[in-house]
């Protein structure tokens, strides 16, 4: 070989390392970045956040970690299509970005979600002030195509300290304090606390007690019963569960449901419910004739419906082994689980193959939620259920706009052929004002508190006058 042809060799060789090492970066910014907005993604992020714990440790500064999520993104995707909310994340970024000191990191962590890395700040109130700088930063409209909208946020804010050993426990803090700002309405920042981190705690205590509590057979139903207000008589009754903890003693639903859906027990701790509920009416309805029409609602919640071949086949397997009648169960559902972002499919599915069954579908907690006379219709639901807070007013002096509102939701269901229930019936002024409304039933405690199945049975042999209107 000639002196010519080797250093052509040595060219091309040179070229093709070139090429390798192009590569090579390409696909190494292809694994830690994101490709639609250029940002780092969650793996850059953690590994400029174990950079950034270690240099705090040997020079002390606040490093600080924002989570952010998009409030109702979900919506505004289906509304604008894939490409419109594309086009809002990538302007979402820019806007982002735009209001960051040049030494922090924004990445993209997830569908619609970001996180901020904030290094050597003076003081925690610095981190008020950044965070308070991106959710003001999307204060002016967006717009794609012809649409214009505003997009909002929630923060949760993590503050590192010495038990951040590993850059998940601060995201993972971070993100508790994110949950906190958007079950406080979105659009604000919350920072995670050392009250927080105790409740983050005493949930995972319960959460961990709660996974054993059905095997050791430690809840209880309570029945709540629902008057006809018109026949003057127990037409139903609502299951309540209860758990009898070996520490607490017995626990209301506030104490663990909201724990149980998060986790996703709220499915076995819901087919529990159903089953025995189920089963204890069935009794009834054997002991005494006069209970043979008397209908069971018990409460489903969104992660029940996002499993609908689940909760179909559970429903199903209980009706058979109980013998209770479809027609006299009624499956509640919130106007929240109906619009639950990501499941409102599987929720629409579950509640058709459940009316193919023949129970009665509930909307519970009307008004408080974001329920359309369309999906009324659209999924013909049995009755509605008048949240509390419309009720509390009623018959007194100045009841304001509730009793308007009442009225205006008795003449709708009414019309739509829908049975109404008024939730929170704490007096007889109450009641008064409901029966001149029309409404067709009621529960609370002017009739009774929610009862265990033994004074449930004495309640439903009383007579009828002990509880009434008077």
Partial sequence: MTEDELQLLRAALRARERRIADLERALHRQGMYDPLTGLPNRELLLDRLDHALAMALRHPSVTAVIQIDVDRFGRLNDWLGSE????????????????????????????????????????ERAVHDVATRLLTALDEPMSTGDREFVLSVSAGVALAHDGHRRPGDLLADANSALDRAKRRGGMRHEIFDAEMRSRLVDRLQIENELRTAVERDELRLE????????????VGVEALVRWDHPRLGLVGPDQFVDIAEESGLIRRVGAWVLRHAAAEVAALRAEDPSTRELELAVNLSARQLSRPDTLIATVTEVLEETGLPPHLLALEITESALVDEGHEEAAEEGLAQLRALGVRLVLDDFGTGYASLAQLKRLRFDAIKVDRSFVASLGLADEGEDALLVAAIIHMATALGLTVVAEGVESSRQLRRLSALRCAQGQGYHFARPLAPGRLREMLAAPPASWSQA
Avoid: K, N
């Fill in 84 to 123: 419109g909310g594309d086009a809002a994340l990538v302007e979402l970024s820019r806007r982002l970005r735009a209001v960051l000191r040049p030494g922090d990191t924004l990445a993209r962590v997830g569908a619609d979600e970001f996180a901020v890395l904030c290094v050597q700040l003076e003081s």
């Fill in 223 to 234: 029945y709540q019963p629902i008057i006809g207000l018109r026949e003057g008589r127990i």
